[in-house]
């Protein structure tokens, strides 16, 4: 049985991972901004198979509060296999172009947030000597583009920082998991026009957890965006300042 | 909040399709979207109708599908409650293993509750359990004008007899309570036999009625004659804990990935199909089958309705009351015989007198057919023209959730609480089958 800690449990992705860690019996333990909505779905998971499910409201970007939440959640479920941090917010560009207030909330969020988070969930997995700490990035850390390099730059952030914690976890038995999906349809993307490189978060849960199953280090979900994202980033600057993305 | 762009929204028959803004929730404490525009707006679940009852071509769609979670399962009870945009098919999934069933299951397992609810589906054991809607509890309605109200049928009797079966035009349900049934485990006695023609597939039908908790029949239609009505009749009950077989496949096993430019459902393969299919089978068989399989042999093959080609398909499903239903049952499947437009899927049943809670259900005491056709256009139209004839001669109707094309006349005749019913259908509510079949009222 697996014990599991979800930061950003409401979010889409992050509920379906939590579903079938849930249909496998695990022990989770649920954090999300909204008390009303991590409730139903910790009723839902214990519906659906959940050996026991903990849960409480938190905004990531009060960093103080962090450290009684992770004490919770570990003795809740008795230690931690698996961390996963989901949360985020897509940040609107354009607004963020005319508010430094927006641009650095939007960089506490999806940034920040998930640094301090880190900072307190290393040294607690390192101690056990196992476990995993799985965090969703994004292709959009890859690289900057005009449409949303408020968001793209905090992805990239967490993406390098991720990078170097894996370095430093590696030989203590810990994996790090850092998670680019792409295109994917939830609530966070409603106002966008679906094409064919949609993904469903179910179909972006399933490669999280078969990722944490076989240990991998980074994933693109689906796939196929590893080598388009290789395109991207080998594009010279002086001809990527002239694209429109 | 709102989806993207209007997008190009089609039911399961592929022969009604159109343009809708399409809404959605994030979670079941939300309040009823805002709809741009001044357009009306209908509740969308998984999108199984047939024809145009879950569309509302020019105006909005509120999907559910997010709606999905579980709210309570009391396995000592038998009680389940979960949010509207839950399927049938994740209810089994969490209630079997622990020896529940639902009360009422229908040809799909991937239509959801509110679906399931909007209808007042029906399923194999209609003579026994009545409809869906008798073994529902409690839902919450949410209306557009952003009241919710828990309907039950103690508290709310009026309320709750208009959304069961009312076709999305109350308002949204955005949860519901209902009762299960025990079971010992997934495996179903399953019987077929064989039947010569008509008037020997009723009359083991109505005997199987009292034995059996699920009877349904496959009729070969295209048989003329002294042969008209042949088939085979199935009848099963659930099995004991002792009972095993093979678990078959599900959704993992084959799909259909695109609509072929022609239907593959034509007289020639029908032809070959019913006849095989009916001397395939001994004069009785008896088999122990899982449920997936006996409920839902269709859900095996993924976008089976793309076989029908670009064109799609109608799906033909009447009942007909009383003591005449045989004849009338006599001539429907003469006239189809008649036109050689052959149907793929024939099924006939015979419904209980359970009466159905909804104002609009459909099941009655009587006898159904239902039969799909490719959609050919003029010829199929005129058969239907003839098929409605009789109907009507009867005093049938037919089922709004297969439905495309039945005119006004024959829905208001069929369904003559549709005036009570008008009293609680929202004025930001409508469908397109809504607009049809009242139009000329």
């Known amino acids: 049985m697996k014990r599991a800690l979800i930061i950003g449990a409401t979010s889409a992705m992050a509920e379906a991972t939590a579903r079938g860690l849930a249909q496998r019996g695990a022990a989770l333990y649920l954090v999300g901004r909204n008390a009303q909505r991590v409730a139903a779905i910790a009723s839902d998971l214990t519906t659906r198979g959940a050996s026991q499910v903990g849960y409480e409201a938190l905004d990531v970007n009060d960093f103080a509060a962090h450290e009684a939440m992770l004490d919770r959640a570990m003795r809740a479920a008795g230690g931690l296999d698996i961390v996963l941090i989901a949360h985020g917010t897509l940040s609107d560009q354009h607004a963020c172009e005319g508010s430094v207030d927006l641009t650095m909330r939007e960089l506490s969020t999806n940034a920040l947030s998930v640094v301090a988070l880190c900072t307190r969930i290393a040294p607690r997995l390192a101690m056990q000597g196992c476990g995993t700490l799985a965090v969703i990035s994004s292709v959009a850390g890859d690289r900057g583009r005009r449409s949303n390099y408020v968001y793209g730059s905090a992805k990239a952030l967490v993406s390098a920082y991720l990078s170097g914690l894996r370095q430093q976890l590696s030989p203590a038995g810990v994996q790090v998991l850092t998670i680019k999906p792409g295109f994917v349809d939830t609530p966070m993307t409603a106002a966008f026009a679906k094409g064919p490189l949609w993904a469903s978060p179910q179909r972006v849960a399933a490669g999280i957890l078969s990722a944490i199953e076989k240990r991998r280090d980074v994933v693109y979900l689906p796939g196929f965006w590893r080598p388009v994202m290789w395109i991207m980033r080998m594009i010279p600057e002086g001809i990527f300042k002239r694209v429109a993305l | ?441």
């Not at chain 2, 109505?206 to 059996?212: G, L, Q, R, T």
């Open chain 2, 1 to 441: 909040m709102q989806r993207g762009p209007p997008r190009i929204v089609s039911s399961w028959g592929n022969v009604a399709r159109g343009e809708h803004r399409v809404y959605g929730f994030s979670s079941r404490f939300e309040d009823f979207p805002d709809i741009s525009g001044g357009c009306t707006v209908l509740p969308f679940g998984n999108g199984r109708s047939y024809g145009d009852s879950c569309l509302n071509v020019g105006g909005a769609l509120l999907e559910t599908r997010t709606l999905d979670r579980f709210i309570r399962f009391d396995a000592d009870q038998g009680t389940l409650s979960c949010e509207a945009g839950v399927q049938l098919a994740d209810i089994l999934s969490v209630v079997v293993p622990a020896g529940w069933f639902p009360c009422v299951l229908p040809g799909t397992q991937y239509v959801t509750v509110g679906g399931a609810i909007a209808n007042d589906v029906h399923g194999k054991n209609h003579h026994r359990a009545g409809t869906f809607g008798c073994h529902v509890t409690r839902f919450e309605l949410l209306r557009p004008d952003g009241e919710r109200m828990s309907c039950s049928a103690e508290e709310t009797p009026d309320w709750f007899a208009a959304t069961i079966g009312g076709l999305g035009l109350t308002g949204v349900v955005t949860w519901a309570q209902m009762r299960l049934r025990r079971v010992a485990g997934p495996w179903l006695d399953v019987e077929s036999i064989r039947c010569a023609d008509l008037d020997e597939l009723l009359e083991l039908s109505i005997e199987s009625a009292k034995d059996f908790e699920y009877t349904v029949a496959w009729v070969d239609c295209l048989a003329r004659g002294r042969r008209l009505g042949r088939g085979i009749l199935q009848r099963a009950n659930h099995a004991d804990g002792a009972a095993s077989a093979p678990r078959p496949a599900g959704g993992t096993g084959f799909a259909v990935p695109f609509a072929p430019p022609v239907s593959l459902v034509n007289s020639a393969t029908l032809r070959l199909f019913n006849a095989a299919h009916y001397h395939r089978r001994r004069l009785r068989t008896r088999t122990v089958q899982h449920f997936q399989r006996f409920f839902f042999p269709l859900d095996g093959i993924r976008h089976w309705n793309r076989l029908y080609g670009p064109r799609g398909f109608h799906q033909y499903q009447c009942v007909i009351p009383g003591s005449g239903a045989g004849e009338a049952a006599r001539s429907l499947l003469g006239a189809v015989a008649a036109a050689g437009e052959g149907s793929f899927l024939a099924i006939l049943k015979c419904f209980g007198d359970r009466a159905s809670p909804g104002l609009l259900s459909f099941p009655q005491s009587g006898i159904t057919l239902a039969l799909d056709f490719p959609n050919r256009g003029a010829p199929l139209a005129a058969l239907f023209g003839r098929l409605d004839a009789i109907v009507a001669q009867s005093g049938g109707r037919l089922y709004p959730a297969k439905d495309a094309r039945m005119p006004g006349d024959l829905f208001r005749a069929g369904y003559p609480r549709h005036g009570e019913f008008l009293r609680f259908t929202n004025p930001r509510c409508s469908s397109s089958f809504w607009r049809r079949v009242m139009a000329d009222a």
